[in-house]
């Protein structure tokens, strides 16, 4: 509808984000009952562009952490900083993927950081829209996706520039 359309191009006004760059919002038709919308997605690139703008992000990193990688990971809430996270990774076969993470220093000092197991990331992805279909990033791109479902949930810790007022946001 010219209606979905119009509120998606807010939520990219709003944000200062281009519709359908990296980086940004995509513009993603769905069929709800017998008609087509338009969604406004914010991609977690999106997300962490609108967190830098709030001037107290220093630095923000995603993995994926293996079986053989050495992997220390603690919260201590004894210290200002919060998170103790140490990943070495493995050299040579790094065996299955276990997890994801992501972590995001500010410029005071303190790190904010989220990490989720194959679990997590998997029930993540069934909720999904097409997630089962073979268009789907999903089915091509998991690595990826797993980074980026742990940046989704990572922004939510982080102070941003803007709140996202209305669009899709998983």
């Given at each position: 509808?010219?209606?979905?359309?119009?509120?998606?191009?807010?939520?990219?006004?709003?944000?200062?984000?281009?519709?359908?760059?990296?980086?940004?919002?995509?513009?993603?038709p769905?069929?709800?009952?017998?008609?087509?919308?338009?969604?406004?997605?914010?991609d977690?690139?999106?997300?962490?562009?609108?967190?830098?703008?709030?001037?107290?992000?220093?630095?923000?990193?995603?993995?994926?952490r293996?079986?053989?990688?050495?992997?220390?990971?603690?919260?201590?809430?004894?210290?200002?900083?919060?998170?103790?996270?140490?990943?070495?990774?493995?050299?040579?076969?790094?065996?299955?993927?276990?997890?994801?993470?992501?972590?995001?220093?500010?410029?005071?000092?303190?790190c904010?950081?989220?990490?989720?197991?194959?679990?997590?990331?998997?029930?993540?992805?069934?909720?999904s829209?097409?997630?089962?279909?073979?268009?789907?990033?999903?089915?091509?791109?998991?690595?990826?996706?797993?980074?980026?479902t742990?940046?989704?949930?990572?922004v939510?810790?982080?102070?941003r520039?803007?709140?996202p007022?209305?669009?899709?946001?998983?």
């Amino acid at each position: 509808s010219l209606l979905s359309v119009l509120d998606a191009l807010m939520t990219c006004a709003r944000l200062g984000l281009e519709p359908s760059e990296p980086g940004g919002v995509w513009l993603v038709p769905y069929k709800v009952k017998d008609r087509m919308i338009c969604l406004s997605i914010i991609d977690y690139r999106g997300l962490l562009d609108v967190a830098r703008r709030s001037g107290e992000i220093a630095a923000v990193h995603a993995d994926l952490r293996y079986e053989t990688d050495l992997w220390e990971f603690a919260i201590d809430t004894t210290t200002p900083v919060l998170v103790k996270l140490r990943h070495v990774p493995a050299e040579g076969e790094r065996g299955q993927v276990v997890g994801a993470y992501a972590v995001a220093k500010l410029r005071n000092g303190e790190c904010h950081a989220i990490y989720l197991t194959t679990e997590q990331i998997e029930k993540f992805r069934a909720r999904s829209r097409g997630a089962d279909s073979e268009y789907s990033p999903w089915a091509r791109d998991w690595d990826a996706m797993a980074k980026k479902t742990a940046c989704r949930r990572l922004v939510n810790l982080l102070p941003r520039f803007l709140e996202p007022t209305s669009g899709h946001v998983e």
